[in-house]
T-cell receptor, first 113, second 114 residues
């Protein structure tokens, strides 16, 4: 049973436009959410995170929105740049009990110049 | 520099052989993790350890074993019982005891079993 889902395997966006990557989760115990960026044959690098006590977190061109009632989060990249082309994973964690991170299946973003 | 190191980057093994993947971190993190990446399946948790001498099975632990004898090291053994061992393996670590911390990943090991 996939607890963290990224239903769009791929997304193409023109340079300069907004990229919106979506993530849904099923476990209501999750209270911390993260986005990672990954290039082929490399480890994921941490991008941005959000705690369940917030509904928005912003860091430069990257903003993450959390809708707890819908169990949905999204990553907005504005403006998108060709260097943003990568696979993006969302991850979730439940502080109570363990510190393990559950990842989604990833969305491949391609930013077209 | 602090970081998490996986070695080797590429590994080839014959079917039926056990193989051990190395993961070392000098970040003083208590928790360490092993994930496996397959196309279209994201990162799936194999094993994790929150403290030395303790580890827990993740979602796909069958055919794998780990040890956590030292805080810095969390080696993963892919045994001959693992039916589809060819994959990209990622090790990660994180702080425990603090809220809202991220996991840091190594560069991965691509294992090919022929």
């Amino acid at each position: 049973d996939q607890q963290v889902k990224q239903n769009s395997p791929s997304l193409s966006v023109q340079e300069g436009r907004i990229s919106i990557l979506n993530c849904d989760y099923t476990n209501s115990m999750f209270d911390y959410f993260l986005w990672y960026k990954k290039y082929p044959a490399e480890g994921p690098t941490f991008l941005i995170s959000i705690s369940s006590i917030k509904d928005k977190n912003e860091d430069g061109r990257f903003t993450v929105f959390l809708n707890k009632s819908a169990k949905h989060l999204s990553l907005h990249i504005v403006p998108s740049q060709p260097g943003d082309s990568a696979v993006y994973f969302c991850a979730a964690s439940a502080r109570a009990g363990t510190y393990k991170y559950i990842f989604g299946t990833g969305t491949r973003l391609k930013v077209l110049a | 520099d602090g970081g998490i190191t996986q070695s080797p980057k590429y590994l080839f093994r014959k079917e039926g052989q056990n193989v051990t993947l190395s993961c070392e971190q000098n970040l003083n993190h208590d928790a360490m993790y092993w994930y496996r990446q397959d196309p279209g399946q994201g990162l799936r948790l194999i094993y994790y350890s929150q403290i030395v001498n303790d580890f827990q099975k993740g979602d796909i632990a069958e055919g794998y074993s780990v040890s956590r004898e030292k805080k810095e090291s969390f080696p993963l053994t892919v045994t001959s019982a693992q039916k589809n061992p060819t994959a990209f393996y990622l090790c990660a670590s994180s702080i425990t005891g603090q809220l809202n911390t991220e996991a840091f990943f190594g560069q991965g090991t691509r294992l090919t079993v022929v």
